[in-house]
């Protein structure tokens, strides 16, 4: 059974940082590339940020460039987002998924979401 546990979310003051993680099993990380969406109340689902499977490239949303940083560590099937100089329009809840590289792989796989309040 694939899991993906994302943590770290939380309330942080504007300009503040959050770390957030997703915990990923049951699958081959290697043959999924990760990303992070978020979500804020009455918007659609967006992409923040990418990472392939060797973590050799990243790919980030033009609102987050500068500020954002997605890394993965494959030794411990976790993905991370590193958020720095966060604004109250970063508020929403932050879902992690796995979107397979390999083309017998048709499934992608999405976390539960972590909720991030920036307060202003």
């Known amino acids: 059974q694939v899991q993906l546990v994302e943590s770290g979310g939380g309330l942080v003051q504007a300009g503040g940082s959050l770390r957030l993680s997703c915990a990923a099993s049951?699958?081959?990380?290697?043959?999924?590339?990760m990303g992070w969406f978020r979500q804020a109340p009455g918007k659609e689902r967006e992409s923040v940020a990418r990472i392939s499977w060797s973590g050799g490239r990243t790919s980030y949303a033009d609102s987050v460039k500068g500020r954002f940083t997605i890394i993965r560590d494959n030794a411990k099937n976790t993905v991370y987002l590193q958020m720095n100089s966060l604004k109250p329009e970063d508020t929403g809840v932050y879902y992690c998924?796995?979107?397979?590289?390999?083309?017998?792989?048709?499934?992608?796989?999405w976390g539960q979401g972590t909720q991030v309040t920036v307060s202003s």
């Open positions: 998924a796995a979107v397979p590289v390999v083309n017998s792989i048709k499934v992608s796989y």
């Open positions: 049951g699958l081959t990380y290697s043959n999924y590339d």
